[in-house]
């Protein structure tokens, strides 16, 4: 299906959103264990299942790493990394309320009959196989959440539906253009990183405020309904406890990260998993310190 030159215009809008905010500097229930091993940051060797990853989400049911990419999505828990479902560019990937449900956007792989740009697809079987919800050949949403409300999402334009279904949805006007969104679905709670800080809507998407004490986050995530850790390009980590409202600095991930997320752990405190452009690290202090986590 060809792309039309609205398609375009979105797509181009979203990655300069992305770009806009790097150049401006310079996804519950208990986690799954991670393996012990020295709490410093580090990283493991090159392993990463593609080398464009988009998203990330951790999984307290089935103890999944999941990375959602260009090639598809890959539980990394497993070594090598195991591919699910079939081959197609994630760009926008966040998971349901439910366990194993998963929303994602982008386009088609090769040799896929799936509609270019994928528009919003759903998945109820952990991402073995998507039905298409709504938008196909329309929307690419590089920036997707869930909340307690149903879905937020950006494809040049923000929207939000309470089912993802086709004419549910809504445009909201506002005044940025977010790289990334973090919501939970047991909040209506969501964040959005810009160039000028962190905007922050406790309606789940309707409306926006400016958090004007915030630091300039790129990558957002939630480990519960108040926990949200966000990290700046260069890898500083700042831990929130009133759900995006106030900041504190912790510690700092070594490499290029691509994406996080963060679950509430065993020990009462968030722990946070990022894809780095070489390896997966993990914290289970809250963000303090990181460390491989495949580290024996």
Not at 40 to 49: C, I, V, Y
Not at 150 to 169: E, N, Q, R
Not at 234 to 258: F, N
Request: charged share 20%; net charge neutral.
């Amino acid at each position: 299906m060809p792309i039309s030159p609205k398609t375009v215009r979105r797509a181009t809008a979203v990655s300069a959103s992305i770009a806009a905010l790097v150049l401006a500097l310079a996804a519950c229930t208990p986690a799954p264990e991670p393996s012990a091993g020295a709490s410093t940051a580090g990283q493991a060797g090159s392993g990463l299942p593609s080398a464009h990853v988009h998203g990330l989400t951790v999984s307290g049911d089935t103890s999944q790493v999941l990375l959602a990419t260009h090639d598809g999505l890959f539980d990394v828990r497993k070594q090598p990394a195991r591919k699910i479902g079939d081959t197609n560019d994630l760009m926008g990937f966040t998971a349901g309320k439910d366990s194993g449900v998963f929303y994602a956007s982008g386009h088609p792989g090769e040799g896929s009959d799936l509609p270019n740009p994928l528009g919003l697809i759903k998945s109820v079987d952990g991402g073995k196989t998507w039905e298409q919800l709504s938008r196909q050949g329309v929307s690419d949403f590089h920036a997707l959440t869930t909340t307690k409300s149903g879905i937020v999402a950006f494809d040049g334009t923000l929207w939000t539906s309470p089912t993802g279904k086709t004419k549910t949805w809504k445009s909201v006007r506002v005044d940025f253009a977010p790289a990334f969104l973090a919501g939970h679905p047991d909040t209506d709670t969501v964040l959005a990183t810009t160039p000028r800080g962190v905007q922050r809507s406790t309606d789940g998407g309707a409306t926006w405020k400016l958090v004007k004490s915030s630091p300039i986050i790129m990558f957002p995530a939630f480990a519960d309904p108040g926990d949200a850790v966000g990290v700046e390009p260069d890898g500083t980590v700042h831990l929130s406890t009133d759900g995006g409202t106030t900041w504190t600095k912790k510690g700092r991930i070594d490499g290029q990260v691509r994406c996080i997320a963060a679950v509430k752990g065993a020990n009462g405190k968030p722990w946070i998993w990022a894809a780095t452009t070489e390896s997966i690290l993990v914290s289970t202090d809250g963000g303090t310190t990181f460390r491989p986590s495949d580290a024996a």
